[in-house]
């Protein structure tokens, strides 16, 4: 393994660790430390989406494991969101579109998921609302189209959504987006058949590193991380992938 695969090997796995901890699965940075690193939209698509299927596995697994995941608060998102990541992940954007867009959103994201951590920090929490089905719906199909697209794996643009809706508690949230990024990524990963044959030689060893990562990280998220200490590591998170991704 060359010393680009192995840099990009050692930063997957950190990017992992962070990134479960919040229940997330990192293909956000797995796209923007590949495209620093000059590989092309058409490997990095499959590579991020395998790489969170692996990640979000694992933090599904935890989540389930201490009870923190609600069934009724995934569903909703994932009915139509399963088959609008597919029809996503056929869609290929060039290059000098991709990059923008996957970066703008993020920073979006960061800055609602930031003025989220700081009102509940400064305000009485209330208790959570269960998540309106259409209005699931809805939202479940438009980030699956947008994450399958970008090979993103959704949940990092679920969680933003559910939290700034009063849809689920931060760790909740976390549970229900492990499970969507499992899903979606699953998806949009078939529905990029047809780039399968792009993914590089040494994937499995990246699989590897973040399965490492990603099970120490939900570990500690799942058990440990306080709801304000998980909204404000998921904006940070979210504002470094994207400023990377628009510099």
């Not at 969507?180 to 590897?208: D, H």
Request: charged fraction near 5%; proline fraction near 5%.
């Amino acid at each position: 393994m060359d010393t680009v695969a192995t840099g990009l090997g050692i930063a997957f796995f950190v990017i992992a660790l962070a990134y479960a901890a919040v229940g997330q699965a990192g293909a956000s940075s797995y796209i923007a430390a590949m495209a620093l690193s000059g590989f092309s939209p058409l490997v990095i698509k499959p590579t991020a989406l395998a790489l969170n299927l692996m990640v979000a596995a694992i933090g599904t697994a935890h989540f389930l494991k201490v009870g923190r995941l609600s069934w009724r608060n995934v569903y909703p998102f994932a009915i139509l969101g399963f088959p609008f990541s597919v029809l996503g992940g056929s869609v290929h954007l060039p290059e000098r579109v991709y990059h923008p867009v996957v970066g703008l959103i993020l920073v979006v994201s960061a800055i609602q998921m930031a003025r989220s951590a700081l009102r509940k920090s400064a305000s009485v929490i209330t208790m959570p609302k269960t998540p309106p089905l259409h209005a699931a719906l809805i939202t479940g199909a438009v980030i699956g189209f947008v994450s399958g697209t970008t090979g993103s794996g959704g949940g990092v643009f679920l969680a933003p959504v559910i939290l700034a809706r009063n849809w689920g508690t931060a760790h909740q949230t976390a549970a229900t987006t492990a499970v969507y990024n499992l899903m979606n990524s699953t998806a949009a990963l078939i529905g990029a058949g047809a780039s399968w044959n792009a993914l590089p030689n040494f994937l499995p060893w990246w699989l590897l590193a973040v399965a490492a990562g990603g099970s120490i990280g939900a570990l500690i998220g799942s058990r440990y991380l306080s709801a304000c200490w998980i909204r404000i590591i998921l904006s940070v998170l979210l504002m470094v992938s994207g400023l990377k991704l628009l510099w």
